[in-house]
């Protein structure tokens, strides 16, 4: 008997994985781009199966819509041309199968200790809210900064200069 | 349910991935892919343990947008410097940048 979350979850992870393969191997870096912007996508439905739904509606907002949008326009901007580095090409994929099949040796030999609870909690936009502000307030306002800083660090780098 | 495992493996092979693009590509945009690619394994990392360790506690969902606004950041950031390095050498080809080097 497998239930519904199962072959959601199974779905979503096969989706997650092919589209970020994709936005690493796909000629057309416009396509690359869109199909990052499924992974970000796919991954918010997980984020929902997990019962994080105000994580998954950021996620689409901030990183499917604004973020897949500027480096949409960014990726159309620029000509391509980057040859492909062949010799550490495969190095890095031997690498980086070893570590993938590391870790999952490690997880699979430390599952016993975690257990599944009955159900998931959900928590309300206004628990988080709450928490956010009364328990993280202080990070909440040195995060402001960070991103007044980038965005003035990202117009002070992109800034034409007079000769 | 689906255990915890699952989604960890998930995102160890989401880290392979990414690792596997910083390294092997050569395109600054493609870097940009991977490591947008290893924050989205990190952020279900965190996600997956908030919701199975401690159900009851928020922390982790608030970590994970914090980790979300900073990932917004750190993109406009990375595409600034990319257009203009595309702007001063007239390409993004990381390889070819190697005007500091001894």
């Known amino acids: 008997m497998i239930a519904l979350t199962d072959i959601s979850f199974f779905l979503l992870a096969i989706v997650t994985f092919i589209s970020a393969l994709t936005a690493l191997e796909a000629k057309e870096p416009v396509y690359a781009a869109m199909a990052l912007a499924i992974t970000f996508a796919s991954t918010a439905g997980l984020f929902m199966l997990l019962g994080a739904f105000y994580v998954a509606f950021f996620q689409l907002a901030i990183r499917t819509g604004a973020v897949m949008v500027l480096i949409l326009f960014v990726t159309m901007l620029i000509k391509r041309g980057a040859r492909e580095a062949v010799g550490i090409r495969v190095w890095a994929m031997i690498a980086s199968i070893a570590f993938f099949i590391v870790t999952a040796w490690i997880i699979m030999i430390v599952n016993s200790l975690w257990f599944s609870p009955q159900s998931l909690s959900t928590f309300s936009v206004t628990e988080l809210g709450a928490s956010l502000l009364v328990s993280y307030g202080a990070a909440l306002a040195i995060l402001a900064i960070v991103l007044i800083m980038a965005t003035t660090g990202t117009l002070t780098l992109i800034k034409e200069e007079k000769e | 349910m689906v255990p915890l495992a699952y989604y960890l493996i998930l995102s160890s092979a989401l880290l392979g991935l990414g690792f596997y693009g910083l390294i092997a590509k050569t395109s600054a945009i493609r870097m940009l892919f991977a490591l947008e690619i290893l924050t989205i394994a990190a952020n279900l990392n965190l996600v997956a343990f908030s919701a199975y360790m401690s159900p ?35 390409t993004v080809d990381v390889s070819q940048l190697r005007r500091l080097k001894g």
């Open chain 2, 56 to 90: 009851s506690n928020v922390s982790g969902q608030v970590l994970v947008l914090f980790s979300i606004a900073l990932g917004a950041a750190e993109a406009s950031v990375g595409l600034a410097i990319i257009i203009l390095m595309y702007r001063l050498n007239k």
